[in-house]
């Protein structure tokens, strides 16, 4: 049976509605900062059941995933935010010896090295069953293993997060972009490319 334009066009309306409302959830469940582990978690699992175009419902899947993700993923937050403090003071070590061969290439490697398992755990988390340490040593293996698709992730979460650096008088444009679906469409990224990455897991 042949799908109509107009049905198509309500479903993809359908579809944005439910970005911009889980865009929504995932900020303020975020806004304890202890909870964003979990929120990641959820936004994730959310999104990926709307692009595999299974039926749910937005409320439902996504505090269930939140509540069933909670203590797993405020564990492995909590590893990541031990390693902030080192990460700030270093990044300014780094800004003021930009000369010295030794600490760009220290530097290069530990933010990899952090930010590489950061773009699975939460996937990995939402995925598979397992204890904290071991997603995040996965999701570090994952990310090494799967390189091209690794750079990919980082590209889709690190470009919006640039543009605003770079470009500050467009500070009103990204800020209304992040907070109406900036969220849900870097979670699509990730959704897309880890499901990519891990379909040989599965």
Same mark, same amino acid.
């Given at each position: 049976?042949?799908?109509?334009?107009?049905?198509? %066009?309500?479903?993809?309306?359908?579809?944005?509605? +439910?970005?911009?409302?889980?865009?929504?959830?995932?900020?303020?469940?975020?806004?304890? !900062?202890?909870?964003?582990?979990?929120?990641?978690?959820?936004?994730?699992?959310?999104?990926?059941?709307?692009?595999? +175009?299974?039926?749910?419902?937005?409320? $439902? +899947?996504?505090?269930?995933? @939140?509540?069933?993700?909670?203590?797993?993923?405020?564990?492995?937050?909590?590893?990541?935010?031990?390693?902030?403090? !080192?990460?700030?003071?270093?990044?300014?070590?780094?800004?003021? $010896?930009?000369?010295?061969?030794?600490? !760009?290439?220290?530097?290069?490697?530990?933010?990899?090295?952090?930010?590489?398992?950061?773009?699975? !755990? %939460?996937?990995?988390?939402?995925?598979?069953?397992?204890?904290?340490?071991?997603?995040?040593?996965?999701?570090?293996?994952?990310?090494?293993? $799967?390189?091209?698709?690794?750079?990919?992730?980082?590209?889709?979460?690190?470009?919006?997060?640039?543009?605003? @650096?770079?470009?500050?008088?467009?500070?009103? %444009?990204?800020?209304?972009?992040?907070?109406?679906?900036?969220?849900?469409?870097?979670?699509?990224?990730?959704?897309?490319?880890?499901?990519?990455?891990?379909?040989?897991?599965?």
């Amino acid at each position: 049976m042949k799908i109509s334009p107009e049905n198509k %066009f309500f479903s993809f309306m359908s579809k944005i509605g +439910d970005f911009i409302t889980l865009n929504l959830l995932f900020l303020i469940t975020c806004l304890p !900062v202890i909870t964003i582990g979990a929120s990641c978690c959820a936004l994730y699992f959310s999104i990926k059941k709307r692009i595999l +175009d299974k039926e749910s419902y937005i409320f $439902h +899947d996504y505090f269930s995933a @939140w509540k069933e993700n909670f203590k797993n993923a405020t564990c492995i937050r909590s590893c990541f935010l031990i390693l902030f403090p !080192v990460l700030f003071f270093f990044s300014r070590y780094f800004a003021s $010896h930009l000369t010295n061969l030794f600490v !760009v290439a220290a530097y290069m490697i530990f933010l990899l090295c952090f930010l590489f398992p950061l773009m699975y !755990v %939460f996937p990995l988390q939402t995925t598979f069953v397992n204890t904290p340490l071991h997603i995040i040593k996965n999701a570090f293996l994952t990310a090494i293993l $799967h390189l091209p698709h690794t750079i990919g992730l980082l590209a889709a979460t690190v470009i919006p997060l640039s543009i605003t @650096w770079l470009f500050p008088q467009a500070l009103y %444009f990204t800020l209304a972009y992040c907070l109406l679906i900036g969220c849900s469409l870097t979670c699509t990224a990730s959704v897309i490319i880890t499901g990519k990455a891990l379909e040989e897991y599965l």
